[in-house]
């Protein structure tokens, strides 16, 4: 597993992305809409930014009413999403995703629930 991303959830990710690609020299390498929220990736060296704002009354708007903006997730890359979720199971961790869902840019993800994790929400991608 590797590093792919961080996801911050902010009620404006144009602003933000703005802050971090004058901050980081970190432009923006991909947007789309879905599943309740507009998603901005910032390319870094590495891996990327995901700025995660709400579109409509979903889990970023619900996540922002109780927590404010910051911290959504850390995501790691596999190239084997169902052996990692294996191996969460056989130790232990539970899971928000039972399967590997699509996510943005049509990639496989599932998450870890952040009780399970240290408080962290934890996110496997898996590039296709």
Do not use: C, K
Request: aromatic share 8%; charged share 25%; glycine share 10%.
């Amino acid at each position: 597993m590797a590093f792919d991303h961080l996801g911050i959830a902010t009620t404006d990710g144009a602003a933000l992305a703005e802050t971090f690609a004058a901050l980081f020299d970190a432009p923006v390498v991909h947007e789309e809409t879905f599943d309740g929220m507009a998603v901005r990736f910032l390319g870094l060296d590495g891996g990327y930014f995901e700025l995660l704002e709400p579109a409509d009354d979903g889990p970023i708007a619900r996540f922002l009413d109780r927590n404010g903006p910051g911290i959504h997730h850390a995501a790691l890359r596999t190239d084997d999403i169902d052996a990692a979720l294996e191996r969460a199971r056989d130790v232990g961790v539970d899971l928000v995703d039972e399967e590997p869902r699509a996510g943005a840019w049509g990639h496989d993800v599932a998450f870890l629930h952040p009780r399970s994790t240290g408080g962290v929400l934890v996110e496997y991608v898996q590039h296709e």
